[in-house]
């Protein structure tokens, strides 16, 4: 397993590159809606979100610098993890899903920084599965970290993305109402199925909000990203600029 060795130098580096060059040149909005703190730190908060892009991490990443006080650790695939190791360097820490012995090792670490009072992220569906797969697909890591850390908060994230009136790509991450209660009253399968239940009733109604917008941010929505000028806007300028030159000579 790969643990986290966060660096504030190379949080504050990362996070103006992630934003000014990775971000703004692939999206054209990213808004939020909803409290990415449920709890203050000192409060383990474990943060449940659906998978369906390479970029839900740095979008997830983006909004943490941007909106939260707390500080998280996210959970990712150790493959990923050894090709771009500097992630630790902003508190990622790694999985081995082939190995048993690497399971338990970052189930381990997780509950230890749970223990802590950190917030740590989890992508439970395991694997990147389409936006609109239907049912969602829950490992049964959440369910054993609850087990260990009762007096954790679930926090439920859907992240959803969509294409519309512009070239680059809108996404939005909905954090939900948080869950607290006594986790130990169920067993570990009938845990991990409840909270599969909620993730996916709040994606359904995450899309249903995206879909009510019409390409138009969705009420309330708090924006992320200033963005630059998408190639349609670009274009709109332009043309604009051409349609005033033209008029002002009596054309």
Same mark, same amino acid.
């Given at each position: 397993?790969?643990?986290?060795?966060?660096?504030?130098?190379?949080?504050?580096?990362?996070?103006?590159?992630?934003?000014?060059? %990775? /971000?703004?040149?692939?999206?054209? $909005?990213?808004?939020?809606?909803?409290?990415?703190?449920?709890?203050?730190?000192?409060?383990?908060?474990?943060?449940?979100?659906?998978?369906?892009?390479?970029?839900?991490? /740095?979008?997830?990443?983006?909004?943490?610098?941007?909106?939260?006080? @707390?500080?998280?650790?996210?959970?990712?695939?150790?493959?990923?993890? &050894?090709?771009?190791?500097?992630?630790?360097?902003?508190? $990622?820490? &790694?999985?081995?899903?082939?190995?048993?012995?690497?399971?338990?090792?970052?189930?381990?670490?997780?509950?230890?920084?749970?223990?802590?009072?950190?917030?740590?992220? %989890?992508?439970?569906?395991?694997?990147?599965?389409?936006?609109?797969?239907?049912?969602?697909?829950?490992?049964?890591?959440?369910?054993? %970290? /609850?087990?260990?850390?009762?007096?954790?908060?679930?926090?439920?994230?859907?992240?959803?993305?969509?294409?519309?009136?512009?070239?680059?790509?809108?996404? &939005?991450?909905?954090?939900? &109402?948080?869950?607290?209660?006594?986790?130990?009253?169920?067993? @570990?399968?009938?845990?991990?199925?409840?909270?599969?239940?909620?993730?996916?009733?709040? /994606?359904?109604?995450?899309?249903?909000?995206?879909?009510?917008?019409?390409?138009?941010?969705?009420?309330?929505?708090?924006?992320?990203?200033?963005?630059?000028?998408?190639?349609?806007?670009?274009?709109?300028?332009?043309?604009?600029?051409?349609?005033?030159?033209?008029?002002?000579?009596?054309?």
């Amino acid at each position: 397993m790969i643990a986290s060795d966060t660096s504030r130098w190379f949080k504050w580096v990362f996070s103006h590159y992630n934003e000014r060059y %990775l /971000l703004q040149r692939q999206f054209h $909005a990213i808004d939020m809606l909803g409290d990415i703190d449920p709890a203050p730190q000192g409060r383990p908060v474990l943060y449940m979100m659906n998978h369906s892009s390479w970029w839900d991490g /740095l979008i997830v990443y983006h909004a943490i610098v941007r909106d939260s006080s @707390r500080e998280h650790f996210m959970m990712m695939d150790e493959r990923q993890m &050894s090709r771009y190791r500097f992630f630790r360097k902003i508190g $990622a820490f &790694s999985i081995d899903k082939t190995s048993n012995r690497g399971l338990i090792e970052s189930l381990h670490y997780s509950e230890q920084l749970l223990k802590q009072g950190h917030g740590v992220w %989890l992508f439970p569906q395991g694997d990147i599965q389409h936006l609109e797969h239907r049912p969602l697909q829950f490992q049964n890591g959440i369910g054993y %970290l /609850l087990e260990r850390c009762p007096e954790a908060i679930v926090q439920p994230v859907t992240a959803y993305y969509s294409l519309g009136l512009h070239h680059k790509a809108d996404v &939005s991450l909905l954090f939900g &109402s948080h869950i607290q209660q006594d986790w130990l009253i169920e067993n @570990r399968k009938h845990r991990t199925a409840r909270l599969r239940s909620r993730l996916e009733q709040q /994606l359904n109604d995450h899309r249903d909000l995206v879909i009510d917008a019409n390409g138009e941010a969705i009420v309330g929505a708090r924006s992320l990203l200033q963005t630059t000028r998408s190639t349609n806007e670009k274009y709109d300028a332009w043309k604009n600029g051409v349609a005033k030159w033209t008029s002002f000579f009596g054309r």
